[in-house]
């Protein structure tokens, strides 16, 4: 079986790993080379909301399911404007696509976006080189003729995801208000007695986050990351909210600063880097992790309400838990693969954050409820 219909063999493709390793393949999408941080996925479906969700900036996406692109692009699935991800990486790639509401192809899709595929690989050897050796840089090429050297050396010349600025490349420039429809927000009010505004710091927030808050009535005020203490309090807010992103959290002193204030005195939310950055803001740390989760059937246990989740991930750091003693935040939620902390709560405010996604988009929806419980609690 050939990864695609007839006429997209024309483009070669080579996807080079910093440690040496070369795979060969046939490209698809724009014909272009990318560099960045080799990850992988292991969901199933949801293609769409993964390659738009922002938390993969400066990264290559593997996708461990062999079939990608059988159900086209669907643009009510996009959890940002468009693509993200640096280049994508299949087995292999379906060009005839099934759906009522799909208006393209994947590999039409990331042409017009300018981002790079590779098909035809062993993605199950990939994913097993990274589980084994650790996430590391890589460097994809697609072209009429491709040089493996060149790859090789561009691979080799990427910086750690460490060392770079992913966070600013994502996420709103200046203050972003977003109103729930009129029959949510009368719910709401008649509730709690008045309208509510949430002020949510973009770190690269997906779409459903949103979704999620103005589904409960709850109007969103997004600023950017680098959003000054001065400026924060200048606006009218009810609860503070921090979103995902891309990035090592370390390098997010600005925003470190700003979750510090916000948390001095209001109820405050954190979903995946929102959870790390809490951590730093207190005064925790957080650390790498060898290969990150990503995919939608991570298990986790909340020791604070004592169940056991099914959830959607996608993170490549995690929180210390012996780095939160003396920061007021206590490590309630862990996995139940690696016993990574995957949520915490402050032991006197109304501070928390998971390091999954209740908002989901790919994966279970077994975790909304995190979201009803926040403005509850506002």
Known sequence: MTPFRAGHESLEAVLALADGTCFKGIGFGAPTSRAGEVVFNTSMVG????????????????????????????????????????????????????HPLAVQGVSEWLAREKI??????DTRMLTKKIRETGVMNGALVVGESVDEDDALKSAERQKSISDVDVLSKVGVK?????????????????????????LLVDCGVKLSIIRCLTERGVNVVLVPSDFSEKQAARLDFDAAFVSNGPGDPKRAGTTV??????????????????????????????????????????????????????????HGFAVDEKSLEGTGLKATVFNLNDGSVEGTRHRKKPLWSVQYHPEANPGPLDCLEYFDEFVDKI
């Open 257 to 314: 600063a700003l979750v510090k204030a916000l948390a001095e005195n209001n109820v405050l939310f954190g979903i995946c880097f929102g959870n790390q950055l809490l951590a730093h803001a207190l005064g925790g740390t957080t650390y790498k992790l060898k290969y990150g989760h990503r995919g939608g059937n991570q298990p986790v246990k909340d020791f604070h309400n004592g169940r056991v989740y099914v959830t959607s991930q996608n």
């Open 116 to 121: 790079p595929g590779i098909a035809g690989i």
């Open 174 to 198: 200046e203050p972003k208000e977003i109103r729930p429809d009129k029959e949510a927000a009368e719910r709401l009010k008649r509730k709690k007695g008045k309208e509510k505004t949430v």
């Open 47 to 98: 293609y769409e909301e993964a390659i738009t969700d922002p938390s993969y900036k400066g990264q290559i996406l593997t996708f461990t399911y062999p079939l990608i692109g059988n159900y086209g692009v669907r643009k009510d699935r996009f959890e940002s404007d468009g693509p993200q991800v640096e280049g994508l990486v299949v087995r292999q790639l379906s060009d005839f696509y099934k």
